[in-house]
């Protein structure tokens, strides 16, 4: 079951321009969404979130945008920077759904090239 | 900064063996969870707990499994009678109470059955 989808297994960028992470997700009882960041040998880093009554939380460098009626939700980092390489998760949950657990998406590497 | 802890980092056992992974959540964090990757795929959830019992558990986690909180600080993860196939990265994850779906994950332990 991929409720939760990342597309594009990778993605290169060079340092300073704009990286862009997209996820979709299937499951419309899904009303708040995560990213998180994987470095090799590490657990995920909570980085960002959106709950649904917003279509944009912005933190720094980092604005998650999410579009409900299309079910997709996407990070942006600007400016990128080499330090940012790494596996980009998306997760998503909801109270109806289980108020526990994140559903992840099969993560993107994002490298930023110097 | 508290973090969350987990050791071993890498446990090596054979199939059939019963493995325990340790994990110490962060001391004020109430909700807890643990999560496995599989090399190549996403993360997927397996148990939650809270308030000494789980509160939402997965197919994954089926008889084999348990978890526990032997004490104040450890909460553990028991594979009875590994299998091939539980080879993987098992995350541990907490979050504090009032905190919606912020959890903070452990470094991982690499279980490899052989």
């Known amino acids: 079951d991929q409720q939760v989808k990342q597309n594009s297994p990778s993605l290169s960028v060079q340092e300073g321009r704009i990286s862009i992470l997209n996820c979709d997700y299937t499951?419309?009882?899904?009303?708040?969404f995560l990213w998180y960041k994987k470095y090799p040998a590490e657990g995920p880093t909570f980085l960002i979130s959106?709950?649904?009554?917003?279509d944009k939380n912005e933190d720094g460098r980092f604005t998650v945008f999410l579009n409900k009626s299309a079910k997709h939700l996407s990070l942006h980092i600007v400016p990128s920077q080499p330090g940012d390489s790494a596996v980009y998760f998306c997760?998503?949950?909801?109270?109806?759904?289980?108020?526990?657990?994140?559903?992840f998406g099969t993560g993107t590497r994002l490298t930023v090239i110097p | 900064e508290p973090e969350v802890t987990q050791t071993p980092s890498h446990q090596v056992t054979q199939m059939g063996q019963e493995v325990i992974l340790r994990c110490v959540p962060i001391s004020n964090h109430l909700y807890f969870y643990w999560y496995r990757q599989i090399l190549g795929q996403k993360v997927e959830f397996l148990v939650s707990?809270?308030?000494?019992?789980?509160?939402?558990k997965s197919e994954i986690f089926d008889d084999q499994f348990s978890v526990e909180r032997p004490d104040g600080s450890n909460f553990t993860l028991k594979i009875r009678s590994t299998k091939l196939e539980d080879s993987a990265m098992y995350f541990c994850?907490?979050?504090?109470?009032?905190?919606?779906?912020?959890?903070?994950f452990g470094p991982g332990t690499r279980l490899t059955v052989t």
């Open positions: 959106i709950s649904s009554i917003k």
């Open positions: 707990f809270y308030n000494n019992e789980i509160s939402e």
């Open positions: 499951n419309s009882m899904f009303d708040y």
């Open positions: 994850a907490s979050r504090e109470a009032g905190t919606r779906y912020e959890q903070y």
């Open positions: 997760a998503a949950n909801s109270d109806q759904t289980g108020a526990n657990n994140l559903f």
